[in-house]
């Protein structure tokens, strides 16, 4: 059964995990709402992320506050099935009021009236407000430098799906984030020659003193840091939940038969050639590893917590040869590589919201997600608020915020301008108060049953 929305206070874009916690805290607060989503509940983590794909964080701390992963070891990581079975039943629980197969396609502020008017596939709908919902990982990003696509195949790492995809042979892999040191680990084991490109980047230890490092960050108020420290725009963060959860050691990788490469710099024809970086690259990267370990000692210090001790975590094995003595260029074909895979992050992508509230680079302005346009709002967007607000735990709360500020707009609203309020109100409640029958009907059209 469909119902026919003509008008909503609040209209959420997007059915992730964002998405879901809006809806959750504006539902809370009795802010009328509806969330449109273009494909399914959890798309992204269905079928935007490679088959093997499990949370980087264990199943008690990537989740939301009111639900745990059902029948699931909470040290353990949930596969990205389970991640995207667990949204849909968190938006069962609360009955959130999503629609699926609908995409926004425009919104624009109302000239002279409050709100916006979004077009959709599925006709106009007037909102009040808007949250932009629609992830912070949007649209793979490629650098320029990438050779032409003929003679090796070049996916993104978002359209890499397991090794039986790519053609036999060799495999560059750019970028040493938590995604692009997964796949080339995944690649190697499956038989695969991999040459792994590494640049900036942190990697905490998994676990520390029997702690793992989502615990670790989260007491030392790493998760909550409000603004990213200077310079670290491109520092990447490399962490793994495979097979049951590991540190990410670059060179134990390179002995176990990868050969880590500097960030690549450029491609003549088939020949690629990269920068004299990695050692700085890699020793950076332990220096952030054994800072971790510091910080974690002097907090167990601090507040007397009887943990067992773990000096071997401090032990940095020697270094590999192909760190030794880095290979500056790499001929791909005589190497017998015949794919590359991006793993080099991603763009947003606002071009359907046509309001007043982007920089000149295209970035939305917003404090804590309440746009500089009244009445908009994003979220999970990397760095909204802290550095958590991307990720599963974050989203949550900066979601709450968002959900505070829109219920004291309407307050002001409410206040001085009862009459226009009142017809807002009565156009939403034929949406809103729907019987439960349709609710329930909504519900399974949705996909959520
Ligand atoms: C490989 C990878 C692994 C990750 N692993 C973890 C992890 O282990 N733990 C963790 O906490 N985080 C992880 N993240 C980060 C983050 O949790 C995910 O990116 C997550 O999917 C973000 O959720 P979201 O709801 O903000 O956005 P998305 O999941 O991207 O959801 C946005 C939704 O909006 C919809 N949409 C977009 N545009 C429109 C439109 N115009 N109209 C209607 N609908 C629209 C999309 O279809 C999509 O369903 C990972 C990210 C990646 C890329």
Same mark, same amino acid.
């Given at each position: *059964? $469909?119902?026919?929305?003509?008008? $909503?206070d $609040?209209?959420?874009?997007?059915?992730?995990?964002?998405?879901?916690? *809006?809806s959750?805290?504006? &539902? %809370?607060?009795?802010?009328?709402?509806?969330?449109?989503?273009?494909?399914?509940?959890?798309?992204?983590?269905?079928?935007? +992320?490679?088959?093997?794909?499990?949370?980087?964080?264990?199943?008690?701390?990537?989740?939301?506050?009111?639900?745990?992963?059902?029948?699931?070891?909470?040290?353990?990581?949930?596969?990205?099935?389970?991640?995207?079975?667990?949204?849909?039943?968190?938006?069962?629980?609360?009955?959130?009021?999503?629609?699926?197969? /609908?995409?926004?396609?425009?919104?624009?502020?109302?000239?002279?009236?409050? =709100?916006?008017?979004?077009?959709?596939?599925?006709?106009?709908?007037?909102?009040?407000?808007?949250?932009?919902?629609?992830?912070p990982?949007? +649209?793979?990003?490629?650098?320029?430098?990438?050779?032409?696509?003929?003679?090796?195949?070049?996916i993104?790492?978002?359209?890499?799906?397991?090794?039986?995809?790519?053609?036999? =042979?060799?495999?560059?892999?750019?970028?040493? &984030?938590?995604?692009g040191?997964?796949?080339?680990?995944?690649?190697?084991?499956?038989?695969r020659?991999?040459?792994?490109?590494?640049?900036?980047?942190?990697?905490?230890?998994?676990?520390?003193?029997?702690?793992?490092?989502?615990?670790? @960050?989260?007491?030392?108020?790493?998760?909550?840091?409000? /603004?990213?420290?200077?310079?670290?725009?491109? /520092?990447?963060?490399?962490?793994?939940?495979? +097979?049951?959860?590991?540190?990410?050691?670059?060179?134990?990788?390179?002995?176990?038969?990868?050969?880590?490469? &500097?960030?690549?710099?450029?491609?003549?024809?088939?020949?690629?050639?990269?920068?004299?970086?990695?050692?700085?690259?890699?020793?950076?990267?332990?220096?952030?590893?054994?800072?971790? @370990?510091?910080?974690?000692?002097a907090?167990?210090?601090?507040?007397?917590?009887?943990l067992?001790?773990?000096?071997?975590?401090?032990?940095?094995?020697?270094?590999?040869?192909? *760190?030794?003595?880095?290979?500056?260029?790499?001929?791909?074909v005589?190497?017998?590589?015949?794919?590359i895979?991006?793993?080099?992050?991603?763009?947003?992508?606002?071009?359907?919201?046509? /309001?007043?509230?982007?920089?000149? %680079? &295209?970035?939305?302005?917003?404090?804590?997600?309440?746009?500089?346009?009244?009445?908009?709002?994003?979220?999970?967007?990397?760095?909204?608020?802290?550095?958590?607000?991307?990720?599963?735990?974050?989203?949550?709360?900066?979601?709450?915020?968002?959900?505070?500020?829109?219920?004291?707009?309407?307050?002001?609203?409410?206040?001085?301008?009862?009459?226009?309020?009142?017809?807002?109100? %009565?156009?939403?409640?034929?949406?809103?108060?729907?019987?439960?029958?349709?609710?329930?009907?909504?519900?399974?059209?949705?996909?959520?049953?």
């Amino acid at each position: *059964m $469909t119902v026919e929305i003509k008008a $909503t206070d $609040t209209l959420v874009v997007g059915a992730g995990q964002a998405g879901i916690a *809006m809806s959750e805290h504006l &539902g %809370k607060l009795g802010v009328p709402h509806i969330v449109l989503e273009r494909d399914r509940i959890a798309e992204r983590w269905r079928t935007g +992320r490679w088959d093997s794909l499990v949370a980087n964080g264990p199943a008690w701390h990537d989740r939301f506050p009111n639900l745990e992963f059902a029948d699931f070891d909470p040290d353990g990581f949930p596969g990205k099935e389970q991640i995207a079975d667990y949204f849909v039943a968190y938006a069962k629980k609360f009955d959130a009021p999503i629609r699926t197969g /609908v995409e926004v396609k425009k919104v624009v502020r109302n000239v002279g009236r409050p =709100g916006f008017t979004v077009e959709t596939s599925d006709g106009t709908i007037e909102a009040q407000r808007v949250v932009v919902a629609t992830g912070p990982f949007q +649209r793979p990003v490629i650098p320029p430098i990438a050779p032409g696509p003929d003679r090796i195949t070049q996916i993104h790492s978002a359209d890499y799906r397991n090794p039986q995809q790519l053609p036999e =042979g060799g495999v560059l892999v750019v970028g040493a &984030g938590s995604s692009g040191v997964q796949i080339a680990d995944e690649l190697q084991r499956s038989g695969r020659r991999v040459y792994l490109s590494v640049g900036a980047h942190d990697r905490p230890p998994r676990g520390y003193r029997g702690r793992d490092f989502c615990w670790w @960050l989260g007491v030392l108020g790493e998760w909550d840091a409000e /603004v990213m420290k200077p310079g670290r725009e491109h /520092v990447t963060i490399a962490v793994s939940g495979a +097979r049951g959860g590991h540190t990410v050691d670059f060179r134990r990788l390179a002995y176990q038969g990868i050969t880590l490469v &500097g960030l690549t710099k450029s491609f003549n024809d088939t020949t690629v050639t990269f920068e004299a970086d990695l050692a700085d690259n890699i020793r950076r990267g332990d220096e952030n590893y054994l800072s971790l @370990l510091d910080a974690a000692d002097a907090y167990a210090r601090r507040n007397g917590l009887d943990l067992p001790e773990e000096p071997e975590a401090r032990i940095i094995g020697s270094d590999p040869e192909c *760190m030794t003595h880095p290979l500056s260029e790499l001929d791909l074909v005589k190497a017998g590589v015949t794919s590359i895979i991006w793993a080099t992050g991603y763009a947003v992508d606002f071009n359907w919201l046509k /309001v007043d509230t982007f920089d000149e %680079k &295209g970035k939305p302005k917003h404090q804590r997600g309440v746009a500089k346009e009244p009445g908009i709002y994003f979220l999970g967007l990397p760095w909204l608020s802290r550095r958590g607000s991307a990720f599963i735990w974050g989203v949550w709360h900066d979601a709450k915020h968002i959900a505070d500020h829109i219920v004291t707009q309407r307050k002001y609203l409410t206040h001085y301008d009862t009459p226009q309020r009142h017809v807002e109100d %009565k156009r939403v409640e034929s949406v809103e108060s729907a019987p439960d029958e349709s609710r329930v009907g909504k519900v399974s059209e949705l996909g959520v049953n």
